[in-house]
């Protein structure tokens, strides 16, 4: 028996985790999104110290790197 989130789809064993999601999880609406991974908030200060904590070498090469010049042209025929 599974519960999946009828809001996001996410697919819980118990009862109580989907209670749990959708009141704490779901429920709420984060503003901030971290544009390095899945990575939301509500708040700024939050995702501020993701950031720090977790990609403070990859955000200053994400902000420091110019414009991806990969060429991949991906046309399937
Ligand atoms: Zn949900
Ligand atoms: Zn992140």
Do not use: I
């Not at 503003?31 to 990575?39: I, N, S």
């Amino acid at each position: 028996m599974t519960y999946p989130c009828k809001n996001c789809g996410k697919v819980y064993s118990y009862y109580s985790s989907l209670a749990r999601h959708l009141k704490h999880e779901c429920g709420v609406e984060p503003k901030f999104h971290c544009p390095l991974c899945p990575y939301r908030t509500k708040h700024k200060s939050s995702l501020n110290t993701h950031l720090n904590g977790r990609h403070m070498k990859l955000w200053s090469e994400v902000h420091t790197l110019p414009n991806g010049n990969k060429t991949s042209s991906s046309d399937g025929n």
